[in-house]
Structures are given as C-alpha cells and as structure tokens.
C-alpha cells in the first residue's frame, strides 16, 4: 500500500471518528445576570453531579467567593487567601450560582491566524467564523502564554450585590508570565448575560500546567503558532 493510500485510509478513519462522536449541548445553569444584577448568589449546582470525564465547564464559586473550573471531569476551585495568596484545589462537591458546561467527545483543532495573538483578537476570529452558525461551544487553548491576567471574585461575606460593581469590587488580580497553561472557554453571540459578559462572545477560564494558579480571564497575549486551539461543536 503506498503512501498516498495510507494517507486516504487515515482520513476516512478520521472522518469515521468524528461522525460517531456526539457532543452535548452546551447547558447554562442559572444566568450572571441574576447573580450580577439581582443579587442570586447562593448555588444552583453542585458540580459533583459533573465530575466525570469529558466535562468541561467554568463558573464563579457561590456567594462569589472563589473561581471554579471543570477540566474533563476535574473540578478545580481557586480562592485567595488574605490579599496576594491563590489556592488551586480539586473540590468535587462545590456549589456554582451560575455555570456552563458541555460534554464532549470530539475536539475539532482550528489553525489560528497569526494575528490571533490576545484575548480581543481570539474573540473577534470566533465570531466572524462562527457566529453565523448560532450554536455555543466550549474551546480549549493548550500552550504556552506569554501573558495571561486572571482575577478572582472574593466578596465579603453578607455583602449585598445590586450590579456588577458590588460583584467585583473585591476582585483580587493575579498576573502570570510566561505560563505553560490551559484554557477553557465558552463561545455565543446568543448567551451575552448568561455566561459571557455584555461586550464580548467569550468566557474565559484558565489554569496553569502546575495547577497552582486558575482564574477568570481578563486579558492574555500568546505568540503565533505557540497555542493549540480546540473547538466543541455538536452535530446539526
């Protein structure tokens, strides 16, 4: 069999995979609206009840007292101790007020420009090559960033949220670089207040190789060709 017949075997394999991979819908748990706006801080889920392989997700800790991140199966939680110190931990039975997760079976690797080097440009390519096709999906970034900006929610307890001013007033910001790291992101232009923020068609969540830093992405700069990106998409 020469080289050119292999190489035509191999795509049909391919092909015979993803066709057989079914991802999950994307599934919304409560809206950051109702806890940014409406002050609805207690938890809707317990992430225990995601914590198989497969399952990604990100969302605050309840009360907004932390990070949480779900990376296939592994449920991460980030809380800062006093005003500079992070703590990484894998806490399985952790409540969220509002969360998105996707089950997924089939990653699908997308090329980036090289002028998808941050967080805006990143946003901006998946919009104009997704958001005419209306469906939400997870991605996932593997690499090594020069930069990545996270922050945490670390509200007083009995604090009472009417905006997302009282909701991050007592943000602690961390600043990391030169990270080999990975990130977990959600994708809608249908979903702005309910997992991504009103500016943007992306939530981001990241943590380190070491798995002693995660938080919620405000800002992060990778150089061309250093980031593998990985989308969800669900059979249509």
Do not use: C
Request: a negative charge.
């Amino acid at each position: 069999m020469n080289k050119l017949h292999l190489i035509g075997l191999a795509f049909v394999v391919a092909l015979n995979s993803v066709a057989h991979a079914q991802n999950g819908p994307v599934i919304a748990t409560g809206a950051m609206r109702n806890t940014m706006f409406n002050g609805q801080l207690a938890g809707l889920i317990s992430l225990d009840s995601l914590a198989r392989p497969g399952t990604f997700g990100i969302g605050p800790v309840e009360y907004l007292r932390g990070e949480l991140l779900v990376l296939d199966g592994e449920v991460f939680r980030s809380t800062v101790l006093g005003d500079s110190t992070m703590k990484v931990e894998i806490v399985p039975a952790t409540h969220a007020p509002f969360f998105v997760h996707q089950h997924v079976e089939q990653w699908t690797e997308v090329p980036l420009p090289s002028t998808v080097i941050d967080l805006a440009s990143l946003d901006a390519f998946l919009t104009e090559r997704y958001g005419m096709l209306g469906q939400a999906f997870a991605f996932r970034m593997i690499g090594d960033f020069s930069v990545i900006d996270v922050h945490i929610v670390d509200v007083t307890p009995g604090t009472v949220i009417t905006g997302p001013e009282d909701a991050h007033r007592e943000n602690k910001h961390f600043h990391l670089h030169g990270s080999a790291a990975e990130a977990i992101g959600f994708f809608s232009t249908k979903h702005k207040a309910v997992f991504t923020h009103h500016d943007t068609d992306i939530h981001v969540h990241a943590i380190t190789s070491d798995r002693n830093s995660m938080g919620h992405v405000e800002a992060m700069r990778f150089e061309p060709g250093g980031i593998l990106l990985l989308i969800a998409l669900t059979e249509r």
